[in-house]
């Protein structure tokens, strides 16, 4: 018997925020650039309250259903009826031949449910029957008729009810059953409302104002600025470096991407010249904008006479760390006629990641020439550019 499951209700069709040029039902529409459905579901899947998930659609969407969950590990969905109540009912229903022990049913137009109301109302039924999230009304409520103020109406027990609405299975299911049979049954506005019915002991957590019911285009504006506003700041930062090569000595090796590579002749720079740890140092300081490694290492400090190149890419790494971020990607490309790159790729990627701590699948390393043009291509020196992903908080 499973724990808890999640109903989804997306059976309806969404008329009110339908644009003029939208004929989808509002479930399936784009919310920053994903199925508002798709949305919805991801708060619930994986969430360590949650075992599992299962959708109340109407078959008419397949099509949509399909696209806007392609990937997602669900429960196959069940179709909905012609009200929410009835939907409910269907979906209720469908889990009753291996019932879990407490469901949770949450209307799809509410993507932006955050994760501690779902781990709320889940914790509230291990003493209670029911749990509703909700939130106090801080506004002065009128009684008006015809557009006429006829009173004021007292606020001080009244609260607006969200979803996700948790029961214990057994509960709801004989409580929307006995509803179903009632003369007036579509009177009941929610779960709760059908769980008071049969004197189910049902109590409120903490509401969210973010947890928004979308019904009109406003709603889908504000949902996306919500949305952009919690999505993680992503910026990409680009480095380039390039060094000459002196005349032969007694050097039998350079510094390339933190690896020394046999080379007969020295790279003329004040650190060890890596150009590669050069350019991607760049590269992650743009993206955070703090400057370059000139002013962060000066040329002219002799503490980096002949420095590690490393010791520069770990202080950019810190720095993103200390912001809260973290480096998702990088790119080095060396440009060059010699030395050969290929036999030392693999080793350049996995020290850069060592580096940065991060996997090997992170990191790229390439190499091209300048086809015989320019001092890179009379062999005069060597260059790299360098181009890093990284993820900042929103906000940071």
Not at 152 to 158: F, K, N, Q
Not at 314 to 338: F, P, Q, Y
Request: one cysteine or more; hydrophobic letters at 45%; a negative charge.
């Amino acid at each position: 018997m499973p724990d808890c499951i999640a109903l989804i209700v997306a059976a309806g069709r969404g008329v009110r925020a339908a644009g003029r040029s939208e004929s989808r039902p509002k479930q399936y529409r784009p919310l920053a650039g994903q199925a508002m459905l798709r949305r919805t579901i991801a708060a619930f899947l994986g969430h360590p309250a949650v075992d599992a998930v299962r959708v109340v659609f109407t078959e008419e969407d397949r099509a949509l259903y399909d696209s806007a969950v392609s990937d997602l590990d669900l429960m196959p969905p069940v179709q909905g009826g012609a009200t929410r109540r009835e939907s409910v009912l269907l979906g209720l229903e469908s889990l009753a031949a291996d019932p879990p022990k407490f469901v949770l049913i949450h209307d799809a137009a509410r993507p932006l449910v955050p994760a501690r109301t779902i781990a709320a109302v889940r914790a509230a039924l291990d003493h209670h029957a029911g749990a509703v999230p909700a939130l106090a009304i801080p506004d002065t409520i009128k009684d008006v008729k015809a557009g006429h103020v006829r009173g004021t109406v007292s606020r001080d027990h009244l609260w607006r009810a969200q979803t996700p609405q948790g029961f214990r299975f057994a509960d709801i299911l004989a409580a929307h059953r006995t509803a179903a049979s009632e003369m007036d049954a579509n009177r009941f506005t929610d779960d709760a409302m059908i769980a008071e019915a049969e004197g189910l002991d049902v109590i409120t957590v903490p509401g969210d104002e973010d947890n928004m019911k979308i019904t009109t285009d406003a709603d889908f504006a504000r949902a996306e600025r919500i949305l952009l506003g919690q999505l993680p700041d992503v910026r990409t930062g680009q480095g380039f470096d390039v060094h000459g090569f002196g005349a032969p000595g007694t050097n039998s090796s350079i510094m390339l991407c933190g690896v020394a590579i046999p080379h007969p002749r020295p790279v003329i720079g004040h650190s060890d010249s890596d150009v590669g740890l050069h350019a991607l140092t760049d590269a992650i300081l743009g993206a955070i904008g703090e400057g370059d490694i000139g002013s962060h290492f000066p040329p002219s400090d002799e503490r980096w006479r002949g420095a590690a190149s490393h010791i520069f890419l770990a202080h950019a790494a810190e720095l993103v760390k200390k912001r809260g971020g973290r480096i998702v990607h990088c790119d080095v490309t060396v440009l060059c006629e010699e030395p050969r790159v290929s036999p030392h790729r693999e080793a350049m990627r996995k020290r850069i990641a060592d580096i940065l701590a991060l996997p090997v699948d992170r990191v790229s390393v390439k190499a091209t020439t300048t086809e015989r043009l320019g001092f890179l291509g009379r062999a005069e020196g060597i260059g790299a550019q360098a181009v890093a992903t990284v993820r900042l908080p929103a906000g940071a």
